[in-house]
């Protein structure tokens, strides 16, 4: 699948705008150094205010704090079993990086088949890890499934749904499509409710109703705005369409138990908070076997194969379609998936000013925060626009813009890599305050050099 096909009409670069003939690789490493910048002045101001970045006082959320893993963990009773193939010893130098950035494990299938994995700090391929940002993509596949059953339409208003923003001018004709592409407009509340005592202080039980009233600060499609108040809204509007359906799903979670995780035999669970609310933007844990199961139904289109080896589809190809290719503001992320292309930057350096922002909002209103702050969200903006134009001008030297493939993406680089075109499935976790030098370029090259896969098309 070619997720930037060949267009009829492509720019020229008399077109393009000056510099945009640079290949995205190399525009994207500029990003990643300008924002990386950024974020350290954002630390600075932040420390002179008494208040770091990432204060090692600062209490985890309940979402990221992992409990201490089981060695003695055993396998999903209901899990289908992978079938074990051969070791590969040439993946030892992706398990090295993998392991010299606070991994935590490895699993790698090729076609279905177990071909290498490597494990430690007390994990086992069976045993629950926790996933945090790499938890939101099982929201696009609920949705999916949502519109095949008919309980909604991805162009549908959300307000039609959560009646509460029918009187918010800024929120009334947001769509469900734009709220799974981040860009329905609403501040992320990152640095409030994925944060305990900030969200003591600011007396948040209930994730779902704060992120209902969250504040507006972009137009709707207008900008990408990552964090996990769009996630909230999301579950809290999946709750009531199933209570109006009557299909006897409580919330998201039940419904996805239902539809996804029974058949595929997986067992994830999901934190909640003091009223219930699942976290879906960075509270599940699961095991890389069974994240792998779930993986390799993404790369099927959809089906997936019992242990008895036959095939049961669980979404259609349409509607998983729909999930990964790009949707709103920014190019490089679909449905609650990351799509990559060769030589693309990490998720974490595309929305490290953004965030930055976040924690200056948290930290006060002041005037230096407030200029730091509309800085940072400028740098991020600038650097999605840079992104539509690296692969505008990338378009127009190449016939064909391959996808490499579609990422779960955490905190800590946890990632599921999807990529159908080798056949591969990939399971990385590692520590949740590591592997701020992991690079998934750099991995995924490791991971091909090993196995011999010819190099991406450029």
Not at 130 to 157: M, Y
Not at 384 to 406: C, K, L, R
Request: proline share 7%; net charge neutral.
């Amino acid at each position: 699948m070619r997720l930037f096909p060949t267009r009829r009409h492509r720019p020229t670069a008399a077109q393009l705008p000056a510099g945009t003939m640079r290949t995205a690789a190399g525009r994207l490493a500029d990003h990643a150094r300008i924002i990386a910048a950024a974020v350290a002045a954002a630390g600075s101001v932040l420390a002179s205010l008494g208040c770091s970045p990432r204060d090692p006082a600062t209490p985890l959320t309940s979402a990221e704090q992992t409990p201490p893993p089981n060695p003695q963990a055993v396998a999903n009773p209901m899990a289908p079993p992978l079938s074990t193939g051969v070791p590969a010893p040439d993946l030892a130098a992706a398990f090295a990086y993998s392991r010299e950035h606070q991994g935590d494990g490895v699993l790698v299938l090729r076609n279905g088949t177990e071909v290498a994995a490597e494990f430690g700090n007390g994990f086992a391929a069976t045993t629950p890890h926790l996933l945090a940002s790499g938890t939101k993509s099982f929201s696009g596949i609920a949705a999916a499934l949502a519109v095949a059953d008919g309980l909604l339409s991805l162009d549908e208003r959300v307000s039609d749904t959560i009646t509460e923003w029918r009187g918010d001018d800024a929120k009334r004709d947001v769509t469900v499509r734009q709220l799974l592409s981040l860009s329905a407009g609403i501040e992320s509340l990152s640095a409030v409710i994925d944060n305990p005592r900030n969200a003591r202080a600011a007396g948040v039980t209930d994730r779902a109703q704060a992120s209902i009233q969250a504040r507006s600060i972009a137009r709707p499609g207008a900008r990408f705005i990552y964090g996990p108040s769009s996630f909230y809204v999301f579950g809290e509007l999946m709750r009531r369409k199933l209570t109006a359906a009557g299909t006897g799903d409580v919330d998201i979670v039940a419904y996805l138990d239902r539809r996804v995780f029974q058949p595929l035999g997986i067992a994830p669970r999901f934190l909640r908070d003091e009223a219930g609310n699942a976290n879906l933007p960075g509270g599940c844990r699961v095991s890389a076997r069974d994240w792998a199961v779930f993986g390799e139904m993404v790369r099927r289109g959809g089906v997936h194969v019992d242990a008895q080896g036959h095939e049961v589809r669980i979404l259609d190809q349409a509607g998983l379609d729909e999930l990964l290719r790009p949707h709103g503001p920014n190019v490089r992320y679909g449905l609650t998936w990351w799509l990559l292309r060769p030589g693309d930057a990490d998720p974490e350096d595309a929305i490290a000013a953004d965030l930055a922002a976040d924690r200056l909002d948290a930290a006060g209103n002041g005037p230096i925060r407030r200029a730091m702050r509309d800085r940072l969200r400028a740098r991020a903006e600038a650097a999605i626009a840079a992104d539509v134009a690296a692969i505008a001008a990338d378009a127009a030297e190449h016939t064909e813009q391959p996808i490499s493939g579609y990422m779960a993406a955490g905190k800590g680089k946890q990632r599921l890599y999807v990529i159908p075109e080798h056949g591969l499935t990939i399971v990385r976790f590692g520590d949740i305050n590591g592997g701020r030098d992991f690079s998934d370029a750099r991995f995924l090259e490791l991971v091909r050099e090993g196995l011999e896969l010819p190099s991406p098309q450029r």
